[in-house]
């Protein structure tokens, strides 16, 4: 079964800290590769995702992920954070396949400190 | 564009008693997915569907939930009847097709609490 692992379950930062998640799958076809946020009372919002071609994806807001296939890993990076990333981060993973599904890690809260 | 709606969004009930979650998904979009999300947990996929048909509801307790989607448009999630452990936030989602190179709308979600 396909299966997502973010590796930290809660990480406190200080403001300009730099940051990275990790996120390892374990399924080992053809697959697109998403980070969501949700911050405190909103719906999950895309960061940042991962379809083909140059391995390390920018998205939204400074972030940035890198996609190791030999690894299968797509860790989630920040080099300076800001406490309005306080949030909580998820990895998703879709296969191809008849019906794609969007399986989701576990998640990992990030309190940013000022 | 508007975006994926979901009503309501905070509901509170006893256990045993029957509770409906609707979600009409952003127009045009043939996949739709929903989601249960516990609290400290990632979410998780309970149903699928392709235009109103399922293609997916392996993780979907169907001794007391049940979902469908009229005409492939809206849909409607039941949990009858609900028991404490299905307090969570669920949540509908919807993309262009169920293929790589698509990517998912979240709603805002719902949270239920049950007691």
């Known amino acids: 079964a396909q299966s997502v692992s973010q590796h930290n379950h809660h990480v406190i930062l200080s403001e300009a800290a730099s940051l990275e998640l990790g996120c390892n799958y374990s399924?080992?076809?053809?697959?697109?590769l998403f980070w969501y946020v949700q911050y405190p009372g909103q719906h999950l919002q895309l960061l940042l995702k991962y379809f083909s071609g140059d391995p390390l994806v920018k998205g939204i807001k400074g972030f940035e992920a890198e996609f190791i296939k030999s690894k299968f890993s797509f860790n989630l990076r920040k080099p300076s954070v800001q406490w309005s990333d306080t949030a909580e981060y998820f990895c998703a993973v879709m296969r191809g396949g008849t019906a794609s599904k969007l399986t989701f890690g576990t998640g990992t809260r990030l309190q940013v400190t000022l | 564009e508007a975006g994926v709606a979901q009503s309501p969004r905070y509901k509170i009930i006893e256990k045993r008693q029957s509770v409906a979650f609707w979600c009409n998904p952003i127009s045009g979009h043939a996949t739709l997915y929903w989601y249960q999300q516990i609290l400290g947990q990632g979410p998780k996929l309970l149903i699928q569907?392709?235009?109103?048909?399922?293609?997916?509801d392996s993780q979907l307790p169907k001794d007391r939930f049940s979902a469908e989607r009229l005409k492939g448009v809206d849909s409607t999630l039941k949990i009858q009847p609900a028991k404490l452990e299905d307090s969570a936030v669920y949540l509908c989602?919807?993309?262009?097709?169920?293929?790589?190179?698509?990517?998912?709308?979240f709603g805002q979600g719902t949270r239920l609490t049950v007691v």
């Open positions: 569907f392709q235009n109103n048909g399922v293609v997916d």
């Open positions: 399924y080992g076809g053809t697959v697109n």
């Open positions: 989602a919807s993309s262009l097709a169920a293929e790589l190179r698509t990517e998912a709308f």
